[in-house]
Every structure is written in C-alpha cells, then in structure tokens.
C-alpha cells in the first residue's frame, strides 16, 4: 500500500515557475513507477509526466521542455519542476503510483492517487 500526498501548489504568473511534490509512504517506494496527470476545470484528467524505478523519465508534449519530473529514492518523494507556466497548465495536479515497473500514461494503470493540489497560472 503506497498513500500519496502533494504540496507546492499556488498562484503563478505566466512565464513563472514551481515545484510540486508528492511524499509517499511505504518502504517500497523505489520500485514503483510515479507520475503525475492533471486536470483542468470542464476537462478529463490528462497525464503530464512519469518516472520509473530506475529514473526513466516520460513527459507529456504538452510539457516537454517546460515540465521536468524527478525522483528521490531516500527521501520517498517525486518532484515535478514546471517552468514557463501558462495559463492553460492551470489544473489540479495529482500524484500517481503503480507497482509494476513499466510506466504508462494511462489513468487507469495507477492504482494509487493523491488527493492533488491546485496550480493556478494568472495572465
């Protein structure tokens, strides 16, 4: 069992930056796969980015180069840097994680979720 809780939402002027984190429990935490979705007011939850166990990352075109997402093993806790901030980023962005070792970008393959934090881009 793996429980997810994120921080470092906010208020953010477009072209400004921050950095969500999601610290999870559990002594496994290394072998899972984590990733983050998003979701818009009115709109799915779409995926933003994942890491693998090893540190394989896979980032969403939408977010390429903007968006950098990282892991640290020791600390049991997954970052997601987000640069350049647009106001179409704003969302509630939730942590995810999954036991087997290939990451995917499907909702349906996380079997564990954060109750999410909010990021707000003002233009």
């Known amino acids: 069992q793996v429980q997810l809780v994120e921080s470092g939402g906010g208020l953010v002027q477009a072209g400004g930056s921050l950095r969500l984190s999601c610290a999870a429990s559990?002594?496994?935490?290394?072998?899972?796969?984590m990733a983050w979705f998003r979701q818009a007011p009115g709109k799915e939850r779409e995926f933003v980015a994942a890491?693998?166990?090893?540190?394989?990352?896979y980032d969403a075109d939408s977010v390429k180069g903007r968006f950098t997402i990282s892991r640290d093993n020791a600390k049991n806790t997954v970052y997601l840097q987000m640069n350049s901030l647009q106001p179409e980023d704003t969302a509630v962005y939730s942590c995810?994680?999954?036991?087997?070792?290939?990451?995917?970008?499907?909702?349906?393959?996380?079997?564990?979720w954060g109750p999410g934090t909010q990021v707000t881009v003002s233009s």
């Open positions: 995810a994680a999954r036991s087997n070792v290939v990451p995917s970008t499907m909702e349906k393959d996380y079997a564990y």
């Open positions: 890491i693998s166990w090893s540190g394989i990352t």
């Open positions: 559990g002594r496994t935490f290394s072998r899972y796969t």
